[in-house]
Structures are given as structure tokens and as C-alpha cells.
């Protein structure tokens, strides 16, 4: 099951489940658009993977077990391990090469 985290770990701003700026990795490393963009241009800084949009949990539970108030969202904010200078090489190492063939 996704952990859906409750920041961004490179600009800390509240990315709440209902959210549709959440980006994420497939290890589930969390950021926002804004900082996907701008910043980390498509490079996961942890796994040098690339991103989608998070998927919504829904608040309702449409089938018994399966909702967000069954599988309520992570409140432990996650933040980057990597120093924010040191990242512009790695990023621009591996931002030329498409997700799909990294
Ligand atoms: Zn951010
Ligand atoms: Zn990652």
C-alpha cells in the first residue's frame, strides 16, 4: 500500500492526501510539483528515478475496508538526507536521459 506522506521533502510545504501537487517516485519519495520542476527537473535526488502524480486515496470508503479513513495517510514528514548544493550534479547528470531509460 502507497504511504502517502504528508510534505515535500525538498521544500517542506504540506502536501495533504487530497493534494494534486504530490509527485512521487516509485519508492514513494514525496515532493511537490513546484519543487519537480524547478528544482529536481524529473531526478528523484534519492533513487535518480522520475515522477508521477501521486494517486488520490478517496475519503469514502466505495467498497468496504478501502478508504482514507481505513488506510488513513502517513503524519511523519519526511525530509532530504542530501545537501540542496550538491545536488545540481547529480540532477543535471542524469535529468538529459528519459526516465523510462535511466
Ligand atoms: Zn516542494
Ligand atoms: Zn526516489
Same mark, same amino acid.
Do not use: W
Given at each position: 500500500?502507497?504511504?502517502?506522506?504528508?510534505?515535500?521533502?525538498?521544500? &517542506?510545504? &504540506?502536501?495533504?492526501?487530497? $493534494?494534486?501537487?504530490?509527485?512521487?517516485? $516509485?519508492?514513494?519519495?514525496?515532493?511537490?510539483?513546484?519543487? @519537480?520542476?524547478?528544482?529536481?527537473?524529473?531526478?528523484?535526488?534519492?533513487?535518480?528515478?522520475?515522477?508521477?502524480?501521486?494517486?488520490?486515496?478517496?475519503?469514502?470508503?466505495?467498497? $468496504?475496508? @478501502? $478508504?482514507?479513513? &481505513?488506510?488513513?495517510?502517513?503524519?511523519?514528514? @519526511?525530509?532530504?538526507?542530501?545537501?540542496?548544493?550538491?545536488?545540481?550534479?547529480?540532477?543535471? &547528470?542524469?535529468?538529459?536521459?528519459?526516465?523510462?531509460?535511466?
Amino acid at each position: 500500500m502507497l504511504e502517502l506522506r504528508p510534505n515535500c521533502e525538498y521544500c &517542506d510545504r &504540506d502536501l495533504p492526501p487530497q $493534494s494534486t501537487l504530490a509527485r512521487i517516485c $516509485s519508492y514513494e519519495c514525496t515532493f511537490c510539483a513546484d519543487c @519537480v520542476e524547478q528544482h529536481l527537473h524529473n531526478v528523484c535526488p534519492n533513487c535518480g528515478g522520475g515522477f508521477v502524480p501521486r494517486p488520490i486515496r478517496p475519503r469514502n470508503a466505495y467498497r $468496504s475496508g @478501502v $478508504s482514507l479513513q &481505513d488506510q488513513p495517510a502517513s503524519d511523519r514528514r @519526511v525530509q532530504l538526507r542530501h545537501d540542496k548544493q550538491r545536488l545540481a550534479g547529480f540532477i543535471s &547528470d542524469i535529468a538529459p536521459t528519459p526516465p523510462e531509460k535511466r
